[in-house]
């Protein structure tokens, strides 16, 4: 019988001894970059972009992307990709589907050697970017207990293939990057609750401001009346040309005041996910435009901007809310001024579009545009803000507006050359939607 020399056992078990403490070493390391890393950043973006930079780093790979949930459409979003397979923001697939929807079903993580033998593997996502998933690691993004937020993907090691000991190293990573992700969302969420504390005592403020206002325009418009009158007996013809560029003004006031309580209202019913039941009756687009382009022209002029219309005075009667629809036309045209340099246009444009079917309407500007990862994320759950401090919330307001009228929008944008949003609405509502 051959018996294995002592000395022979004892070199297999400092070697063994030696991998253990090497896997040790490396977790340690990949736990002290993460934690260090993340727990710098509370945007949520931020954290996942340096979250997916350090999980590829850490076991050599080529590429990678960190998914996360949307339950209302039952889809995992892409949220971010990089790497030679960078996978547009904003992309999704159905949470049951594929490898990253086997695994957050299941909570537990998959290695696999050869991508392309495994039948969960979606080859429609190599062939969106061109690039062939070779071995990956599946893991559930989730904290030491409780269910996943999203999955994270690493693929194609650079030397050799994924194994068990990048998966623990990951298991590490991607614990603690669900741990901050919900911490920036629960600091986003606190955020916006102060919002919208806030916004209900501006609203009550701006309201008890704007009284005295609407009634000192009532009383004007009375006096109006009076002299009117008497001018009339006097026979003085300048006088009702004069009353009537008075009532222009008023009325432009009583709209203003409106306006003014409408959005305040509006934001704050968005930053608490409620919205107030829709009011559909027939309105003249022409007329909307009008509204806007009336309250943002002095915006607008101070900053070399100029706002044009085209083809409303054409376009048909549709059945809308009014106050909403004014308030997407509001925010569209209200984002695009600062975007666009001095000398530059922002034009809405509307025509029928199939005609008796929907009304295309497009808010077109001459500005920066926005880079891809943008553009493809602007009307997902993915969304951010190009702006520095911003919250998002005119795009959500839009789109919340145009899914209550079962319209449709979608944006075309190229940096340098300018962006264009096109709205499709129907010229008669399917049913009254309560977004």
Known sequence: MF?????????????HSDRRLLRCEREIQ????????????????????????????????????????????????????IGASSVPSGAAISWN?????????????IVIADAQKDPRH?????????????????????????????VLQVMNRREGLLNGEDLAILTIVSAI?????????????????????????????IKNLLMPVVCGTDLLQSDLHDLLGEAL?????????????????????????????????EIADCVKGLSTPLAFAPCRLDRIVKEVV????????????????????????????E????????????????????????????KEEPVGVSIHITVADTGKGMPPEIRDALFTSATTSSKRGGTGLGTKIVKDVVDAHNGKISVESEVGIGTTFHVFLPLRPLKPLQS
């Open 3 to 15: 018996t294995e020399p002592k000395e022979d056992r004892r070199r297999v078990e400092r070697r």
């Open 30 to 81: 990949a736990a002290t970059r993460i934690t260090s890393a993340l727990f710098e950043h509370l945007a949520l973006d931020e954290l996942v972009v340096r979250a997916l930079q350090i999980a590829i780093e850490v076991v050599n790979a080529e590429c990678g992307s960190i998914l996360l949930a949307d339950p209302p459409s039952e889809q995992l979003i892409f949220h971010h990709s």
């Open 97 to 109: 589907e594929g490898l990253a929807g086997t695994v957050f079903q299941s909570g537990d993580p």
């Open 122 to 150: 979606l080859e429609s996502i190599d062939q969106l970017t061109g690039y062939r998933t070779r071995d990956l690691i599946t893991l559930p993004l989730k904290r030491w207990e409780g269910d996943p937020i999203g």
């Open 177 to 205: 990057t669900a741990s901050s992700i919900e911490q920036a969302r629960l600091f986003q969420e606190a955020k916006l609750a102060e919002v919208a504390r806030l916004l209900g005592d501006i609203s009550h403020d």
């Open 233 to 265: 007996k006097h026979e003085d013809k300048q006088a009702k040309e004069r009353f009537d560029r008075c009532q222009d003004v008023i009325q432009m006031v009583d709209n203003s005041t409106r306006r003014i309580q409408d959005r305040v209202k």
């Open 294 to 321: 009336e309250t943002l022209h002095w915006w607008a002029d101070q900053k070399g901007v100029s706002i044009r219309t085209s083809g409303l005075e054409q376009a048909p009667e549709i059945v809308a809310d």
């Open 323 to 350: 106050r909403r629809l004014f308030n997407a036309l509001y925010n569209l045209v209200n984002n695009a001024i600062p975007e666009v340099p001095k000398g530059g246009t922002v034009t809405i444009a509307a």
